[in-house]
C-alpha cells in the first residue's frame, strides 16, 4: 500500500461507465503533471459503473501510487462524487474535472497559474464549446444568464467541470442535491476571489453522455434553493414574508372593507364569496411563511448541522 504523504494538487475526477475514456484520460493527465511541480494525487470517483471503469482503476492504482479510488455503491450523482472529492483530496489545491476526455488536462496549468496570482477559485469557460446548439448550449447559455443575475457573480459558463479551488474554500462548502453546477456562487458568500479563464473543450468522441434536456429543470429548482442560501439564509423570514405578506395584507384589507359595509351599512356578508375568498387569503399568507421557512430551514439542519453526507462509500483504495 502507498504511504501517506502531503500533496499539493488533488484532481478529482467523478466518473460513471468511463471504461473507453479512463486510460486516455489518465495518460493525459500524466504527461502534464510531470511539468506540475510538487507532489500530486488523482482521486477517481466511481459514481456506481456498471461497466468495467472500477477494474480499469484499480488497474490504474496498481501501478501509480497516485491514484486514489472512491467507489460508490450505487450511483448518487456528480454532485455526491465531487462532494465525496472535495472530503479525501489532501491537497492545497483541488482541481476537478470530467472523466469524458472533454475537458483537456492541457488546461490545468492555465488554472493553476490563477490560483498562484491570488485567486481563490478559478473556474473554466468552454468558449468553443463542442456540443450540439438546440439540445445543450442554447439551454446552458440561458441557464448561465440565469444564473449570473439570480447570484450576481458573473461567469459565462458554469456548467464546465473544469475548475481549480484551494482546499481552504472546499472546507467550507456544503453540497447537495445539484449544487456542484453552482460551486462559484456558493463559496462567493466567503468573499472569495474568483476569476475565470477560457479552456479548450473537445467533443466526446467515446462513450454516451449522462446528461439529458431534462436537467434543466433541476438548474432552475436548484438556482431558488442558491439564491436563497446566498441572500436570506441569516434572514430567511424576508424571502418567505414578501409574499406571505403580500396575501395577508391583500386578505386583510378585504376583509376589513367587508366589516365596515356590514358595520355600518348593513350590507350582508352571507352571500357574499369574496368574505371566503379574503380569509384564504389571510390563511395562506400565514402559511406560506410558516411552512416554507420550516421546510427550508429543515433541509439545512440535515445536511450541515448533523454533518449528514450525501454519499457512501463501499471501498476506499490508497488510503490508510
Same mark, same amino acid.
Given at each position: ?14 466518473? #460513471? ?12 493527465? *500524466? ?17 456506481? @459503473? ?38 479525501? *483530496?489532501?491537497?492545497?489545491?483541488? $482541481?476537478?474535472?470530467? *472523466? ?24 473554466? %469557460?468552454? @468558449? ?17 444568464? &440565469?444564473?449570473? %443575475?439570480?447570484?450576481? $457573480? ?31 456562487? $456558493?463559496?462567493? %458568500? ?15 468522441? &467515446? ?15 436548484? &438556482? ?8 436570506? @439564509? ?40 369574496? #368574505? ?20 427550508? #430551514? ?23
Amino acid at each position: 500500500m502507498p504511504t501517506e504523504f502531503s500533496v499539493q494538487l488533488s484532481i478529482v475526477i467523478p466518473l #460513471l461507465n468511463e471504461e473507453l475514456n479512463i486510460r486516455l484520460l489518465y495518460d493525459e493527465l *500524466a504527461s502534464v503533471l510531470v511539468a506540475i511541480e510538487g507532489d500530486h494525487e488523482i482521486i477517481f470517483i466511481d459514481d456506481g @459503473s456498471t461497466d468495467q471503469s472500477f477494474h480499469i482503476l484499480r488497474e490504474l492504482q496498481d501501478t501509480d501510487d497516485r491514484v486514489r479510488i472512491i467507489r460508490f455503491r450505487r450511483n448518487f450523482g456528480q454532485t455526491a462524487a465531487i462532494a465525496a472529492g472535495f472530503d479525501h *483530496a489532501r491537497g492545497e489545491v483541488i $482541481v476537478t474535472m470530467d *472523466a469524458d476526455l472533454q475537458n483537456d488536462p492541457h488546461d490545468i496549468p492555465l488554472l493553476l497559474e490563477k490560483i498562484n496570482e491570488g485567486y481563490d477559485l478559478v473556474s473554466g %469557460w468552454r @468558449s468553443d464549446r463542442q456540443d450540439k446548439f438546440l439540445s445543450r448550449r442554447l439551454p446552458s447559455i440561458i441557464a448561465n444568464r &440565469l444564473i449570473s %443575475w439570480a447570484t450576481d $457573480v458573473k461567469l459565462h459558463d458554469y456548467g464546465c467541470t473544469l475548475k481549480a479551488i484551494k482546499k481552504e474554500v472546499t472546507k467550507n462548502i456544503t453540497l447537495y442535491g445539484e449544487l456542484h453546477r453552482f460551486i462559484p456562487a $456558493v463559496a462567493s %458568500w466567503m468573499g472569495v476571489r474568483i476569476a475565470e479563464v477560457k479552456v479548450n473543450h473537445r467533443p466526446r468522441t &467515446l462513450g454516451a453522455s449522462k446528461y439529458g434536456i431534462s436537467r434543466t429543470f433541476r438548474v432552475l429548482l436548484d &438556482l431558488i434553493t442558491v439564491k436563497f442560501l446566498l441572500s436570506y @439564509s441569516g434572514r430567511p423570514i424576508h424571502f418567505f414574508g414578501i409574499p406571505g405578506l403580500i396575501c395577508g395584507a391583500i386578505g386583510f384589507t378585504l376583509a376589513l372593507i367587508m366589516t365596515i359595509e356590514r358595520l355600518f351599512f348593513g350590507v350582508a356578508l352571507a352571500d357574499r364569496p369574496l #368574505l371566503l375568498f379574503a380569509v384564504m387569503l389571510i390563511l395562506i399568507g400565514v402559511q406560506f411563511i410558516v411552512f416554507g421557512l420550516l421546510s427550508e #430551514l429543515q433541509i439545512r439542519t440535515y445536511y450541515e448541522s448533523q454533518n449528514k453526507a450525501i454519499y457512501v462509500v463501499r471501498d476506499k483504495f490508497g488510503y490508510d
